[in-house]
């Protein structure tokens, strides 16, 4: 939902000699060779459609034999449940998405909005998908809600907005982002490219 044609683009733009499909057919989704899950909206309405489309088994397959990217709802829809309209996400993934807090402020007392809108600096690991990224390159986000993992393991890149979160997520052949590698110029088709490139 939302963002698939942008992802569609940018993957075109890092792997021009590869066929990219975007699909809601289960069959071409468990013939591809790797699957990102993009989405963008409310985790109510994407978890309905993912369902009335009869995708559910299709996604949970693919998130279990090959290299899969989750973004942003992509992302929080592997865990267990989102207070997001209290819905049960595909539990790929121990853990909750949570929403920021109504308060926040900056270091200087100015009140953050919420959604979380615009470029943040991302403090990542050591995993394939960050080859070539610098550490605290910036990012696009739009979100108010992140992931909060069971397992510490699982981290694989937070931000500040004010107090850290978790922004991106690993686990064998499974890599997930809040932000929006196809709307973060350099550092999101570097990012993008090294998901084509990956062989988990």
Request: proline share 5%; net charge positive; hydrophobic share 40%.
């Amino acid at each position: 939902m939302g963002n698939l044609r942008s992802v569609e683009q940018a993957l075109r733009k890092v792997a021009p000699n590869d066929k990219i499909i975007v699909s809601d057919d289960a069959r071409v989704i468990a013939d591809a060779r790797r699957v990102v899950f993009p989405g963008q909206g409310a985790m109510p309405d994407c978890m309905r459609e993912l369902e009335m489309r009869g995708l559910r088994d299709a996604v949970l397959k693919a998130a279990r034999d090959k290299p899969f990217l989750g973004i942003c709802i992509g992302l929080q829809m592997l865990f267990e449940h989102s207070t997001e309209g209290n819905v049960a996400g595909l539990g790929i993934l121990r853990g909750k998405v949570v929403r920021f807090a109504g308060n926040l402020r900056d270091a200087q007392g100015n009140k953050l909005k919420v959604p979380h809108m615009g470029w943040n600096q991302v403090h990542h690991g050591n995993h394939t998908l960050w080859d070539g990224i610098d550490q605290d390159a910036r990012f696009y986000f739009v979100h108010s809600y992140y992931v909060c993992p069971q397992d510490a393991a699982l981290v694989q890149g937070t931000s500040d907005y004010p107090q850290p979160f978790v922004c991106a997520v690993a686990r064998d052949n499974l890599f997930g982002v809040q932000f929006h590698p196809e709307k973060s110029q350099t550092a999101g088709l570097k990012l993008l490219q090294n998901f084509v490139q990956w062989n988990p």
